[in-house]
C-alpha cells in the first residue's frame, strides 16, 4: 500500500498567524496608555546568541512591542548582572525580561534566573513558573514546549487519551512539554540517553516530541505510522541545520511533521510575544 506523505505543520504561518492576533491585543493595550515592553540581556558575542536576540527585536517591533537590548561584555560580573535586571524589574514600563543563554561559566544561571521578577519572567524559567506548571497552573510557559503543543493542536489532533512521548529531559524544552501533554490527559513517557529501548518506546508514540540535540538520530523505524512528530532539534551539520528527526525517511511514515527549520524555531518566539503581552495585560489590571 502506497504510503501518503506526511502533512507538514507550518510554524512560520502559524506564527504569522499568533503574531497577527497579537498585533490586534498590543494595539488595544495602547489605546489604552499601556504599551507592552520587553527587556532583553545578552552576555557576550556568540553569534548564534545575537542573531536569535536580533530576530526577537524584529519580532517586537512587528507587533507593536517596545524591545530594549543590554548588551553586555562577556567579563559582566554576576553581581552587575543581578543589579541590571533588578532595575528591570522595577521598571514599569517594563512587563517581560528575558537573559539570553547561555551565559560564561562565572555567571550563576540559576541566580539570574530567580533574580528575574516572576511575573516578568516570560522565558517560563523561573521556580515559580515552572512550579505552576507542575501544579497545573502555570502563569508564564516557557516558550518552546507552549509553542510545541499549539502545533500538535494545530493538527486537529486531540491531546487526551493519546500516548505521547517526549525525547530528552531539559527544564527548557523536555520536562515542561511533558507537564503541558499530561496536563491535557495524554498518557506521558520521558526518555533520555538512559532510556532502553528507546526505539521501541518511540514506536508507541501517538505524538513524538524530540529535543534530544542529535542530529537525525530518529529514524522511520522508530515511528508509529500516521503519528504527530515535533522536531525541536536545531544541530549545524556540513549540510547546513537539521533536526534530531530523520526528515526524509521520518516523513513518508508519520502522519504530521514540523521541519527544520521553519517549525518549531518562529514558533519559540511567537510564545515570547504572546508571554510578553499577557504579562502587560495582568499588570495593567
Known sequence: MLRVAAQIIDGKALAQEIRAELREQAAALQAKGVRPGLSVFLVGDDPASALYVKNKHRAC???????????????????????????????????????????????????????????????????????????????????????????????????????????????????PA?????????????????????????????????????????????????AVVIDVGMNLVDTGFVGDVDFETVSKVAGWISPVPGGVGPMTIAMLLENTVEATVRAAK
Open 61 to 175: 517591533e512587528s507587533v507593536g512591542v517596545f524591545s530594549e537590548e543590554h548588551r553586555l561584555p562577556v567579563t559582566v560580573s554576576q553581581d552587575e548582572l543581578i543589579n541590571l535586571v533588578l532595575a528591570a524589574n522595577f521598571n514599569p514600563s517594563i512587563h517581560g525580561i528575558l537573559v539570553q543563554l547561555p551565559l560564561p561559566n562565572h555567571i550563576d544561571k540559576r541566580a539570574i534566573i530567580e533574580t528575574i521578577a516572576a511575573e516578568k519572567d516570560v522565558d517560563g524559567f523561573h521556580p515559580y513558573n515552572m512550579g505552576g506548571l507542575l501544579q497545573g497552573n502555570p502563569r508564564a510557559v516557557a516558550c518552546t514546549p507552549k509553542g510545541v503543543v499549539k502545533m500538535i493542536e494545530s493538527t486537529g489532533m486531540s491531546i487526551a487519551v493519546k500516548r505521547a512521548v517526549v525525547v530528552g529531559r531539559s527544564q527548557i524544552v523536555g520536562k
Open 178 to 226: 511533558a507537564m503541558l501533554l499530561l496536563e491535557r490527559h495524554a498518557t506521558v513517557t520521558i526518555c533520555h540517553s538512559r532510556t532502553q529501548d528507546l526505539a521501541g518506546r518511540c514506536r508507541e508514540a501517538d505524538i513524538l516530541v524530540v529535543a534530544a540535540g542529535k542530529a537525525k538520530m530518529i529514524d522511520a523505524a522508530m515511528v508509529k505510522p500516521g
